[in-house]
């Protein structure tokens, strides 16, 4: 089992950019593929970006691709998401997740409280 803490969320204006993270306690951080999935008010949950357990490979949505980029820090526990020219509709509850596969939808095992984006216009 993994335990997941996201941190980094907060307010920004349109075309700013902010970086969450996401430090992991428990088993072996390496042992798993990580996501970032987003949940807008009044909306489903959205995969937005994931990672292979090397780090060599990643994977984006399409509505984020080219401005967000995930990375891993597997001696620190940590995975990242760096979001650059945010948009209002990127406002959205951002959370962390782990699997024992990468998966490039929702489908997750283990998830973080999630942390807040804000971006106005």
């Known amino acids: 089992q993994v335990q997941l803490v996201e941190s980094g969320g907060g307010l920004v204006q349109a075309g700013g950019s902010l970086r969450l993270s996401c430090a992991a306690s428990?088993?072996?951080?390496?042992?798993?593929?990580m996501g970032w999935i987003r949940q807008a008010p009044g909306k489903e949950r959205e995969f937005i970006s994931a990672?292979?357990?090397?780090?060599?490979?990643?994977y984006y949505a399409d509505s984020v691709k080219g401005r967000f980029t995930i990375s891993r820090d597997n001696a620190k526990n940590t995975v990242y998401l760096q979001m650059n020219s945010l948009k209002p509709e990127d406002t959205a509850v951002y959370y962390c997740?782990?699997?024992?596969?990468?998966?490039?939808?929702?489908?997750?095992?283990?998830w973080g409280q999630g942390t807040q984006v804000t971006v106005s216009s």
């Open positions: 428990g088993r072996t951080f390496s042992s798993y593929a």
């Open positions: 990672i292979s357990k090397s780090g060599r490979n990643t």
């Open positions: 997740a782990a699997r024992t596969g990468v998966a490039i939808n929702t489908d997750y095992e283990y």
